[in-house]
T-cell receptor, first 108, second 117 residues
Framework: RKEVEQDPGPFNVPEGATVAFNCTYSNSASQSFFWYRQDCRKEPKLLMSVYSSGNEDGRFTAQLNRASQYISLLIRDSKLSDSATYLC?????????FGSGTKLNVKP | EAGVAQSPRYKIIEKRQSVAFWCNPISGHATLYWYQQILGQGPKLLIQ????????DSQLPKDRFSAERLKGVDSTLKIQPAKLEDSAVYLC???????????????FGQGTRLTVV
């Protein structure tokens, strides 16, 4: 069983739409959670950390549900520049585990 | 602050040849990771160092891959001999802190794109 599972998509949405991605993880002892963004042919970069209380950064909202072992990312008012692959990351004991990524295409 | 440096950016080799990649992490970062990312997939951890010691190399194909981090700073990853399926981007990342490393992000280099023909 994979440590982290994501729907690969792609999610094709129009500009201005709201889109949500989910990610599940297998190890209940996981400690930290992140969403990374990866543009085509670029390295992954941190989008936001995910806290148990939930957190928001502008149009982006991340949620963690420890009981069900899933993480979500909500993007409101999608922009063309949001087109990328979104990687869910789960850590424990200094190990970083990546999901396979969810591809988002925002269309005009 | 300088980021994670990797070289070369691109490499094309024939199968059965050898290749080496170099990584210089962010200054002061104790943890260094090497990932393999095949097109369309998420990064897969190959090896993790804490200072100059190996923490996890369970996913490293040790019959052909080797890595070292001398003096706990720079690291090299080597493939010998290369196979066609090794074609991928090799990403190096670094992170502060040991122990559980709670809450801190990992920073990535731009990667080395390897093509084995």
């Amino acid at each position: 069983r994979k440590e982290v599972e994501q729907d690969p998509g792609p999610f094709n949405v129009p500009e201005g739409a709201t889109v949500a991605f989910n990610c599940t993880y297998s190890n209940s002892a996981s400690q930290s959670f992140f969403w990374y963004r990866q543009d085509c042919r670029k390295e992954p970069k941190l989008l936001m950390s995910v806290y148990s209380s939930g957190n928001e950064d502008g149009r982006f909202t991340a949620q963690l549900n420890r009981a069900s072992q899933y993480i979500s990312l909500l993007i409101r008012d999608s922009k063309l520049s949001d087109s990328a692959t979104y990687l869910c990351v789960v850590t424990g004991f200094n190990k970083f585990y990546f999901g396979s990524g969810t591809k988002l295409n925002v269309k005009p | 602050e300088a980021g994670v440096a990797q070289s070369p950016r691109y490499k094309i080799i024939e199968k059965r040849q050898s290749v080496a990649f170099w990584c210089n992490p962010i200054s002061g970062h104790a943890t260094l990771y090497w990932y393999q990312q095949i097109l369309g997939q998420g990064p897969k951890l190959l090896i993790q160092f804490q200072n100059n010691g190996v923490v996890d190399d369970s996913q490293l194909p040790k019959d052909r891959f080797s890595a070292e981090r001398l003096k706990g700073v720079d690291s090299t990853l080597k493939i010998q001999p290369a196979k066609l399926e090794d074609s991928a981007v090799y990403l190096c990342a670094s992170r502060t802190g040991g122990g559980a490393g709670f809450g801190t992000e990992a920073f990535f280099g731009q990667g080395t794109r390897l093509t084995v023909v």
